[in-house]
Structures are given as C-alpha cells and as structure tokens.
C-alpha cells in the first residue's frame, strides 16, 4: 500500500524559507514522479514542482521557478521541497502526490494516483 505523509509547513514571513518534507512508502522508489501541487479555497490544485525518480528530471512552474527546488533522500525515501523568498500568494495547502511514471508533469493533479493529506503554509507579516 502507498502511503504519503506531508510535513514541515507553518508560518513565515515574505522573503521567509521553508522545507517541505513528503515519505513515502509502499513503492519502489526509482519507478515513480513525485510532485509539489498547492491549493488555495475555491481553486483547483496548482502544480509547483515535481520530479522524476529514474533520472532526477524536475520541473517548475513559472511562479516558482528560481524559488521552489525539489530533492531527494533515496535513501530515506523522502522528498523535499526547499522553498526560499516566499511570497504572500504561495500561501496554500500544499500535498504531495506520487505516480508510477517515467516522467513527472505538472498539467494536472489528475496525473497522480496517490496523495498525502497535506500541509499548510501561510505566508504573512
């Protein structure tokens, strides 16, 4: 059974970091994408960053880009998302969702079968 747990998100200030942390579990590690989404109320699931466990291919979104950096602890089976100079609209719930692909795309939450239960990040002075 996969299992996703998300964690590290709390409140920070603009220009503010934090790293968030996705376990997973249930899966060999190097035969799936991982992804960053992040949702506000009312919107749909906006992909932020995601990775490709074979080759460590990442992408990013145009609002992250430079900002958001997605790794991996094979090891601990974990992935990150380190995020620095935070803005007030990456305010969000930010999940993490797992695929068994050869590629990670950020088109659609759809894309991913298995997701964690979230964590929130407030960005706020």
């Known amino acids: 059974e996969v299992q996703v747990v998300e964690s590290g998100g709390g409140l920070v200030q603009p220009g503010g970091s934090l790293r968030l942390s996705c376990a997973a579990s249930?899966?060999?590690?190097?035969?799936?994408?991982i992804a960053w989404f992040r949702q506000v109320p009312g919107k749909d699931r906006e992909g932020t960053s995601c990775?490709?466990?074979?080759?460590?291919?990442?992408h990013y979104a145009d609002s992250v880009q430079g900002r958001f950096t997605i790794s991996t602890d094979d090891a601990k089976n974990t992935v990150y998302l380190q995020m620095n100079s935070l803005k007030p609209e990456d305010t969000a719930v930010y999940y993490c969702?797992?695929?068994?692909?050869?590629?990670?795309?950020?088109?659609?939450?759809?894309?991913?079968?298995?997701w964690g239960q979230g964590t929130r990040v407030t960005v706020s002075s």
């Open positions: 969702g797992v695929n068994r692909a050869l590629y990670c795309t950020l088109i659609s939450d759809l894309e991913y079968d298995y």
């Open positions: 249930g899966f060999s590690f190097d035969n799936y994408a």
């Open positions: 990775i490709t466990l074979s080759d460590g291919n990442t």
